[in-house]
């Protein structure tokens, strides 16, 4: 191996990573809030895979009560997207939504690891897999999904965030191994919804029936 071979590319000649993409926005982000609109047009190409899984990934961590709902919304509306095969667009009431500088860097600082570490494990591979097509019915699950997280059932959250986070992190890489690794979290995500929300109904049927 040469000396130049063992050299590192520079920057200008490889593609960002999507941990560096994020990184760098919040370090030069200018101002006390970040939009959700700015996201979508900081990400560029990525912008629908890169935004699921920022609105996904908080859910994961401990959250106030309520939040699920809240980024359920905008993760409801680009997954839809995504199963139309239209470019990324937000309206207003959900582009002009916004957080915190600093909310945002905690978002960051608590997905870096995770995102250095998959990127180490994510390649372009097994292509009829995040195929056009493909990428369509990934959009119907991750719609699905994000349905799912938005409903008011405690801790029901968790897996189908981790289920979209994998999902979108195969599409940013066109891994195909990776969209099986997204489906089988997906499986046990709606058994996970599933037995929250009957768990959910049998303590309310016995509250109910001990109550008279």
């Not at 909310?103 to 056009?132: D, K, Q």
């Amino acid at each position: 191996m040469t000396a130049e071979a063992a050299l590192p590319v520079p920057p200008s000649r490889r593609q960002q990573s999507f941990s560096e993409l994020l990184q760098q926005i919040a370090d030069e982000h200018q101002g006390d809030r970040v939009g959700i609109g700015d996201l979508l047009h900081a990400m560029q190409g990525r912008a629908i895979a890169a935004l699921l899984f920022i609105f996904a990934f908080p859910n994961i961590l401990p959250t106030p009560p309520g939040l699920a709902a809240i980024l359920g919304l905008p993760s409801i509306y680009l997954s839809f997207q995504l199963m139309l095969g239209t470019k990324p667009w937000l309206p207003r009431f959900i582009a002009d939504r916004s957080m915190t500088i600093e909310a945002f860097r905690n978002i960051v600082r608590r997905a870096t690891p995770v995102l250095s570490r998959a990127e180490g494990l994510l390649r372009e591979r097994w292509a009829p897999l995040t195929s056009p097509l493909a990428q369509r019915l990934l959009g119907l699950l991750c719609l699905t999904l994000s349905i799912a997280l938005s409903l008011p059932i405690p801790l029901g959250n968790l897996m189908p965030s981790a289920a979209i986070c994998v999902i979108a992190l195969a599409l940013l890489e066109r891994d195909g191994l990776w969209v099986l690794l997204g489906l089988a979290t997906s499986v046990a995500a709606f058994a996970w919804v599933g037995g929250m929300a009957y768990a959910l109904l049998k303590s309310a049927i016995f509250v109910v029936m001990n109550a008279f």
